[in-house]
C-alpha cells in the first residue's frame, strides 16, 4: 500500500479502499460498455454514503491520488480529475 497524505491519518483507509475496489469492480471493470476511468467527483457521488463522514471532496481526492490502483489521467473543465483504473492493483 502507499503512503497515506498526513491529512487521512486519522480515517480508517482499509475501510474506504474496500468500498472504492467494490464500487470500481462492480460499476466499472465488471460494466458490460464501461471503460477503465472513472471521474473522481462521479467516485465520491457513488460511494459518500458508504464512507467516513469527514471526507470532503477534496479529502476524497487525496484519498484518490494516494491509490495504487488510480492513476491520475487528465483533468476535466469541472475541476474533476480522470483516473485510469488498474485492474492488475485492483486486487
Same mark, same amino acid.
Given at each position: 500500500?502507499?503512503?497515506?497524505?498526513?491529512?487521512?491519518?486519522?480515517?480508517?483507509?482499509?475501510?474506504?479502499?474496500?468500498?472504492?475496489?467494490?464500487?470500481?469492480?462492480?460499476? #466499472?471493470? /465488471?460494466?458490460?460498455? !464501461? *471503460?477503465?476511468?472513472?471521474?473522481? &467527483?462521479?467516485?465520491?457521488?457513488?460511494? $459518500?454514503?458508504?464512507?467516513?463522514?469527514?471526507?470532503?471532496?477534496?479529502?476524497?481526492?487525496?484519498?484518490?491520488?494516494?491509490?495504487? #490502483?488510480? /492513476?491520475?489521467?487528465? !483533468? *476535466?473543465?469541472?475541476?474533476?480529475? &480522470?483516473?485510469?483504473?488498474?485492474?492488475? $492493483?485492483?486486487?
Amino acid at each position: 500500500m502507499t503512503d497515506i497524505p498526513s491529512q487521512l491519518q486519522t480515517f480508517d483507509i482499509e475501510a474506504t479502499d474496500d468500498v472504492v475496489k467494490r464500487h470500481l469492480r462492480s460499476a #466499472y471493470i /465488471e460494466h458490460p460498455t !464501461r *471503460g477503465p476511468y472513472v471521474k473522481s &467527483r462521479a467516485l465520491y457521488d457513488a460511494v $459518500e454514503a458508504d464512507i467516513d463522514d469527514r471526507f470532503s471532496l477534496e479529502l476524497f481526492g487525496r484519498f484518490c491520488e494516494s491509490r495504487p #490502483y488510480l /492513476e491520475k489521467w487528465s !483533468r *476535466g473543465y469541472g475541476g474533476s480529475y &480522470r483516473y485510469r483504473i488498474l485492474v492488475q $492493483e485492483l486486487r
